[in-house]
């Protein structure tokens, strides 16, 4: 379940392509829901923090690399409602 949340979130993908390897995307998504909701994360965070501050002291550190690809039409591209929507806004 987790996995594919962790699938999720890495790759962008819609619940919908969740892989079935995964399980129900439908299950997975309203895990992931609830659990947002519930603050379950942010215990699972702080519990994480937790130990490693009592194993490493203050020496460790968290990285998060937040880098996003995103494919945008161009105008004249093959998305004619793109390019009519900005011969529209001219």
């Known amino acids: 379940m987790i996995d594919g949340i962790f699938f999720r979130t890495r790759t962008g993908c819609p619940w919908r392509d969740l892989p079935e390897r995964f399980g129900n995307w439908k299950t997975v998504y309203n895990r992931h829901r609830r659990w947002s909701g519930d603050g ?5 965070l ?3 923090r937790a130990g490693c501050d009592e194993a490493g002291g203050r020496a460790w ?3 998060a690399d937040a880098t996003v690809v995103r ?3 161009m105008p004249g591209s093959v998305c ?3 390019s009519a929507f900005m ?3 001219q």
């Open 71 to 73: 494919a945008v039409a």
């Open 61 to 63: 550190t968290v990285a």
């Open 80 to 82: 004619p409602s793109f």
């Open 46 to 48: 702080g519990r994480l």
């Open 40 to 44: 379950i994360w942010e215990m699972i």
């Open 87 to 89: 011969i529209t806004m």
